[in-house]
């Protein structure tokens, strides 16, 4: 029973090795393979994260293997740090996401929010150019609209096929199948509007450069940021304990050295 928190460590830190291993393999196999743009972005950050977890594991691992004190401090200050870093960016979350909560939206479809319901750091992450364009290029190599037909119930069941695949209902343009729009003779009463002129019937254009798109993406972004705050929250829970179990098994080590060491007076 002594040694049962260092078992504790082994174990969770052999489960956390092979995730790290798994993460690692996905990031190189994103890199020899030529996937799409979603995938490519994310090779990067899995590699990452896959070796973060690897040192830490590893480090877990060696101090309650062989009971060495120095090696399992390493590894509390290491957790001690995923700690702190967890909060942080659970705050961080919450506060870019929860800007606006409540504020009334336009009127014309769950896509066309105002912009100004985000924080501006949101806004200025996710649209400025650089990463508007891979963002973009994700959803095209997708196929989002492609994969959603019927735009007409878009409004409803998918705010980013509502924004990106159809042109904002206020242009009143007419449509003539799933992906096809056109200016009506008389033309509708907002048709000099920016993103009525954006918007284009070729498929690799059609409203990705349109603000409707641009905020139907930043409200899915928000939504799935705050559902990242809440995994966050039991993430940390996790970690603290497995910080307790570590702080056990770190006094366990030097309880058994102290015994195995002979009295300086013997």
Known sequence: ??????????????????????????????????????????????????????????????????????????????????????VVFTVFTVMVTNRGVGRAVSGQGVGEHRLGNYSKWLQRYVVNARNWDEIKSCMIDAGVCKLAPNVKTADIYNPIVSGCCKPPGYCGMERRNSSYWVMPKKHGPAAGEPDCKAWSNKAEEMCYGCDACKKAVLRNIRREWKMVALINMGIIVVVTVVYSIGCCALRNNRFHYHIKSPHPHA
Do not use: E
């Open 1 to 86: 029973m002594v040694r049962a928190s260092n078992g504790m460590i082994i174990a969770l830190n052999v489960a956390t090795m092979a995730v790290a291993l798994s993460a690692m393999g996905f990031s190189l196999w994103f890199h020899v393979r030529d996937g799409s743009q979603c995938q490519r972005i994310l090779k990067t950050p899995l590699l990452v994260v896959g070796v973060a977890l690897l040192v830490v594991a590893a480090t877990g691992l060696v101090g309650a293997i062989t009971g060495s004190s120095p090696v399992m401090w390493a590894y509390l200050f290491m957790l001690l740090g995923l700690i702190v870093s967890l």
